[in-house]
């Protein structure tokens, strides 16, 4: 299981990071100081660090020197928002930097994205009869495997990945188009109805009035 350590010193924010890495299936330790994370790092084999940068007794700037020679990856979560601070802080080794507040779906899109330059990350991920292939890019359906396009596998991907939350149209559009979203859904409901038709995910998948989608998944 991937280990990830959350330094964060705001309790509400650390909980809120905690508890939607846990759904995602990581196994989550919280530091609220560098010198408790300096501990923990010390001790236990962590995948991955999300780290503030102002600390008390030992800041993140301070702490990220450390946390080299154990080569963990970091990505900086801080109120720190100027372009200065975000150079300074890839600069100083961090994979990425995001400033609060963030959306928690780009979070989790972002431990993703750094896990998986590491090789860290589960390259499979299953639901119901569906099976996703990652590396390969390929799906199956009953051990029978389906095309998709590019996008539409994305999007799979994506609800996969969110199983049982709305995401909204602005989420999905700007995930898996990676631009902003302006107001138009024809694009994101144009490729979602042929994505479900062709895993037959329509009831799996429900529309939510002025919101967006959900994937809906007992098992």
């Not at 010390?42 to 600390?55: A, C, G, P």
């Not at 994205?113 to 499979?124: C, E, W």
């Not at 994101?188 to 109805?193: A, F, G, N, S």
Request: hydrophobic share 40%; charged share 30%.
């Amino acid at each position: 299981m991937i280990k990830i350590l959350i330094v964060e010193d705001e309790k509400s924010i650390s909980d809120l990071i905690k508890m939607n890495l846990l759904d995602e299936g990581y196994d989550c330790t919280c530091a609220y100081d560098g010198e408790e994370a300096a501990n923990l790092i010390e001790k236990q084999v962590f995948d991955l660090i999300l780290l503030d940068i102002m600390l008390p007794k030992i800041d993140g700037y301070e702490l990220i020197e450390y946390i080299k020679s154990f080569e963990i990856p970091v990505i900086f979560l801080t109120a720190k928002v100027s372009v200065k601070d975000k150079v300074k802080g890839l600069k100083a080794g961090a994979e990425d930097y995001m400033t609060k507040p963030f959306d928690i779906m780009e979070l989790l899109a972002r431990v993703e994205r750094v896990l998986r330059r590491y090789n860290k990350t589960s390259q499979q991920i299953s639901f119901s009869d569906i099976k996703i292939d990652i590396l390969a890019r390929m799906v199956y359906k009953n051990n029978e495997p389906i095309n998709l396009t590019v996008k539409e596998f994305d999007l799979l991907v994506l609800f996969a990945r969110n199983k049982n939350k709305a995401l909204y149209r602005s989420q999905i559009y700007s995930q898996v188009w990676g631009e902003e979203y302006m107001g138009d859904s024809r694009t994101v409901d144009l490729h979602v109805q042929r994505m479900r038709k062709k895993l037959s995910l329509e009831k799996q998948i429900v529309s939510l009035y002025k919101v967006g989608y959900r994937l809906e998944v007992t098992d």
